[in-house]
């Protein structure tokens, strides 16, 4: 009887000593979090109707980087907009910039941890009043050349894309002259086609 007194009091001491003692947390026993940079912080994405061409980095926009020089398969005189866009604000839109801004290019640079786009005057590089400021990623809309001839007879016979909506048809109406050549005979002709009562037919 005492043993079994004894061992229930051994039991119950055990339980109250792993029941109280507090348990150690993992999270204490792992090293202290390091601050961890923004994913591209300092760093400026240029993006050409969507494609992502380049990332300026810090050491390159600390010296500044001329946009349409680093672009040189996009001729500056055939960009539509330039737009600019950063976690302090935005977008900023420049359209037209050859002929809205005439006499400038672009230019992304940093001033203090900031990234910038200015329009500047080549000559007077000093000069960056027009800018945007707090920037992460510039955008650039290039229109697409127009095409051949043969291309564009090329784009009218793809069938037309499943969320294009099919316009209805309607009825035509024709007027003209018939001639029936086993026994000369002319006449004027006048007649309506109805193609949206003709759809599912062969």
Request: hydrophobic share 40%.
């Amino acid at each position: 009887m005492r043993s079994g007194v004894a061992r229930s009091v051994w039991l119950w001491l055990g339980l109250v000593v792993a029941c109280g003692a507090p348990a150690e947390d993992d999270d204490a026993r792992r090293d202290p979090p390091r601050s961890i940079a923004k994913i591209g912080a300092g760093q400026i994405d240029v993006i050409v109707n969507g494609d992502k061409l380049a990332i300026l980095s810090q050491h390159q926009l600390r010296a500044g980087v001329r946009i349409d020089e680093l672009l040189p398969n996009h001729p500056y005189v055939a960009w539509k907009s330039i737009t600019a866009y950063g976690p302090g604000g935005g977008p900023f839109e420049w359209l037209d910039p050859v002929v809205n801004h005439a006499g400038t290019v672009p230019l992304a640079f940093l001033d203090g941890e900031r990234g910038v786009l200015a329009l500047i005057d080549p000559a007077r590089p000093e000069l960056r009043e027009t800018r945007f400021d707090g920037i992460d990623e510039i955008r650039i809309t290039i229109p697409k050349p127009p095409g051949t001839p043969l291309e564009a007879l090329a784009d009218g016979c793809r069938p037309p894309s499943k969320s294009e909506l099919i316009p209805t048809p309607t009825a035509k109406r024709w007027r003209g002259t018939s001639y029936q050549f086993n026994i000369p005979m002319h006449w004027r002709s006048d007649f309506t086609i109805n193609f949206s009562e003709l759809v599912d037919k062969p």
